[in-house]
Nanobody, 123 residues
Framework: VQLQASGGGLVQAGGSLRLSCAAS????????MGWYRQAPGKQRELVAA???????KYADSVKGRFTISRDNGEKTVYLQMNSLKPEDTAVYYC??????????????????WGKGTQVTVSS
């Protein structure tokens, strides 16, 4: 299984970034896809997840600013991040879990992980 994340970078507060994660080695349409992040000195946290049929869930800290979406044909999940804040600075990780787990607690993590992509928001 490979999850290849891209799209991170440096942006000013109030700006936008779009993360992408291309998956291979799984039947993409049958997996929950998620984005997690970990800031220095902090625990990893779930940012957003999307079910196999496109239902999203978000951390309270990003609701209204971030949008998760997926393209099953392209086997790709996206995270559109708007109105970025310095506290959004973190390494962002793409992850995948079997579809039935969407309604369970995903805060602990998922089965498969990609390498992270750094997002830095300057004030």
């Amino acid at each position: 299984v490979q999850l290849q994340a891209s799209g991170g970078g440096l942006v000013q507060a109030g700006g936008s970034l779009r993360l992408s994660c291309a998956a291979s080695g799984i039947i993409f349409s049958m997996y929950v896809m998620g984005w997690y992040r970990q800031a220095p000195g902090k625990q990893r946290e779930l940012v957003a997840a999307i079910s196999t049929i496109g239902s999203p869930k978000y951390a309270d800290s990003v609701k209204g600013r971030f949008t998760i979406s997926r393209d099953n044909g392209e086997k790709t999940v996206y995270l559109q991040m708007n109105s970025l804040k310095p506290e959004d600075t973190a390494v962002y990780y793409c992850a995948a879990d079997p579809g039935y787990k969407f309604y369970s607690d995903l805060t602990g993590g998922m089965d498969y992980w990609g390498k992270g992509t750094q997002v830095t928001v300057s004030s």
